[in-house]
């Protein structure tokens, strides 16, 4: 499925060497004029080439729209997107279904598709996909923003050097905001500092790091989600999976819960005024599935690059022997930095559905 959402439905097309990639985007409301400037500023955070910790391949990701606006305006008509393909290297990427390579889909895309698979780039499975998410999820972010609710994500950890963060339970939108004109988003510049050294350690060394994305959600009313398939973490963690790389999705405390008392991890409740709120955040603002209006926190932890530099051991599919096989080609050393954005434009679409759903 290349779909997400129900109310708002967004359908991502392409693959990373296709001529072009693009989505189609179900459900938005007649009479919304986007703002295509932000729009492109946030397509610039994810798109490549443009530091020392990302790929060298350049695209200009510049979105063409071909139905769905009238004079700037959505109409009610489906709203399609196609962004050009303009800086393939396809050649780096023969051989590959010979010899696929290790922790990419090479291999079971092979075993599900056959010779039919398109190995360029990754295909499908590309990140380049990724471009078309952050085009919906940030016109997504515009409307949550006219309803008073806030998605912004920091970089809270590469190999093992973590950036520090606010208190859950009081984390503020001037918070926030700080991070949205970041190009490498941390609350801690001395942190960030060092996660960028990490990275340039990995790149000098034919290798790459993983770390972790924490996104905040704030301005969510009480109440959205249900038990017990159809709640909050659920349809998020579905959605966020579908980021090639993530590797865990968690929520407030996330795991450190498990080595926590209930005394220590509990919310004690209290009045805010007229409004109930609690005096800790430890679980990221959703109770049984259900909002609780406090801010949302989710963790996602993002796996090191497939692709390296370095010589790795693999299978020859054709003579049934092991061998070994060195990547080449143009990839970052790190995914956390542009995978931000697409975080929170993952966030700002699900939510927004649910918003509308409920």
Request: charged share 20%.
């Amino acid at each position: 499925m290349n779909t997400l959402g129900n109310k708002l439905r967004v359908t991502v097309f392409g693959q990373s060497h296709a001529p072009a990639i693009g989505c189609v985007i179900e459900g938005l409301p007649a009479g919304f004029a986007p703002d295509m400037e932000k729009v492109s500023a946030f397509m610039a955070r994810r798109a490549p080439g443009q530091n020392a910790w990302s790929t060298t391949r350049k695209e200009s990701d510049i979105p063409e729209i071909l139905s769905g606006l009238v004079e700037g305006v959505t109409c009610g008509a489906p709203l399609a997107m196609r962004i050009v393909n303009s800086n393939q290297h396809s050649k780096d990427y023969s051989g590959l279904k010979r010899t696929p390579r290790p922790s990419h889909a090479d291999y079971t895309a092979l075993v599900k598709y056959g010779n039919s698979y398109d190995i360029r780039g990754g295909g499908q499975f590309s990140g380049r996909l990724t471009a078309p998410l952050c085009f919906a999820g940030a016109l997504a972010l515009q409307l949550l923003e006219k309803r008073g609710i806030t998605v912004a994500a920091h970089i809270a950890q590469v190999g093992g050097v973590a950036d520090a963060a606010p208190d859950f339970a009081a984390v503020s939108a001037p918070d926030l905001s700080a991070l949205n004109g970041m190009e490498f988003p941390v609350f801690d510049g001395e942190a960030g500092t060092k996660m960028k050294a990490v990275i340039e350690d990995a790149r000098m060394s034919a290798d790459s790091v993983g770390g972790m994305i924490r996104c905040f959600v704030l301005g969510l009313p009480a109440g959205i989600g249900e038990p017990m398939f159809g709640g909050v973490e659920n349809r998020l963690a579905a959605a966020l999976f579908g980021i090639p790389a993530v590797r865990g999705v968690s929520f407030g405390d996330g795991f450190a819960a498990a080595s926590m008392r209930g005394s220590e991890h509990n919310d004690p409740f209290i009045m805010d005024g007229e409004t109930v709120s609690v005096r800790t955040n430890h679980a990221g603002g959703v109770l049984g599935g259900i909002t609780s209006g406090m801010p949302l926190v989710v963790n996602i932890a993002v796996k090191p690059t497939a692709s390296i530099g370095q010589a790795q051991d693999t299978v020859d599919l054709e003579t049934k022997t092991n061998t070994s096989l060195t990547i080449h080609g143009r990839h970052d050393p790190c995914i956390v930095p542009r995978a931000v954005p697409v975080a929170e434009a993952v966030a700002a679409l699900t939510l927004l559905d649910m918003l509308m759903e409920d």
